[in-house]
């Protein structure tokens, strides 16, 4: 008597990967069920490139495919071909869930351009990309997408994207200058700039997530207050926030007003829980009311002598964590 197949299924989703090559091995039968697991997550480096060929040559074996990560250096001498079979392989994974392409930024033409396609199910995708013409394309096949990260580079423009792709994106990490023609209209609630000033402008630009921004991660040239007051205005609802300044800020850490500043401007914002301000950490509790369990120190004016002031200054984060 033949064992039902989804009895068969859970058994070989707890086999690791030597007894389900043996499973596939035993029967046509138990090959098309090892196969499905086999190739359900599948990860293609410089030294196994010959699974893209694989996937490019047997699309029944690429449908299974749903987490498919790429990684190729950089400095690594990979023939255009294979390229090619990466993306034939792709267009392929209708069934994604997951993509993350990392290879030279040059070769943004392996996700797939045919118009007809779609992937539906994809929910996550990190490619080495900027917003270039072949993402946007790709990006109006995925209007399931909810997490992107693109690469950070500043040095390329930005494509336009049509306003009715990705429509459920949620999460954003790459450029601000990418941030800025994405996020608006879309439901953007978690934002993190991995490159790129943090201005006044690129704060009202973001603002205009359709959703209201609850997490925030980046980097501003110019002193915290004003952007952090720029950002009680535009984005109240905010409860997490790092924000990392290159302004030197040495002399201002032992300014009481200039902490206390930040510290009002951060109090403006009625739903943050933390924040992250150039080392300096600010935590609060919100479930019974609004309670501020943790501050920055102000560091000691008295300094004994030369020695203790070098330590001061290599270890000045300890003065604001607790």
């Known amino acids: ?61 690429a449908r299974h495919v749903r987490v498919f990560t790429v990684v190729v250096d950089p400095a690594a001498n990979v023939l255009p071909a294979y390229y090619r079979a990466l993306s034939t392989a792709i267009s ?41 013409p072949h993402v946007v394309r790709f990006l109006a096949k995925a209007p399931g997408l909810v997490a992107l990260t693109l690469d950070h580079g500043l040095d390329l423009p930005c494509s336009e994207i049509p306003p009715t792709s990705i429509p459920r994106l949620a999460s954003f990490s790459g450029s601000s200058q990418a941030a800025q023609v994405l996020v608006p209209g879309r439901p953007v609630t978690s934002i ?22 609850s997490t925030l991660d980046a980097t501003t040239t110019s002193l915290p207050l004003p952007i952090l007051e720029s950002l009680a205005v535009a984005m109240p609802q905010l409860e997490n926030i790092r924000l990392t300044t290159t302004y030197n800020l040495w002399d201002e850490f032992f300014n009481t007003p200039f902490i206390q500043n930040i ?10 829980k ?5 080392g300096m950490l600010w935590k609060w509790l919100t479930k019974d009311g609004r309670v501020l369990t943790n501050e920055p120190h102000i560091p000691s004016l ?11 200054h290599e270890n000045n984060n300890s003065y604001y964590h607790h």
């Open 302 to 312: 008295t300094l004994d002598d030369d020695h203790d002031v070098e330590w001061a």
């Open 92 to 132: 392929h994974m209708r069934e994604l869930n997951s993509l993350s392409i990392t290879v030279p930024a040059n070769h943004s033409s392996i996700l797939p351009s045919d118009s007809r396609l779609s992937f539906p199910r994809l929910r996550v995708l990190q490619a080495s990309f900027t917003l270039d």
């Open 263 to 272: 510290k009002y401007a951060l109090m403006a914002m009625d739903c943050l």
């Open 192 to 213: 993190f700039l991995s490159s790129g000033d943090l201005t006044e402008d690129v704060v009202s630009a973001l603002s205009m997530s359709s959703a209201a921004v």
């Open 1 to 61: 008597m033949a064992l039902p197949l989804e009895l068969i299924d859970n058994v070989c989703l707890h086999l690791p990967t030597p007894d389900l090559l043996a499973v596939a091995a035993a029967s046509s039968l138990l090959c098309s069920v090892a196969q499905r697991l086999l190739y359900r997550e599948v990860t293609v480096t410089r030294g196994k490139l010959a699974v893209a060929l694989t996937l490019a040559k047997k699309p029944r074996l």
């Open 274 to 278: 933390s924040a992250n301000v150039s």
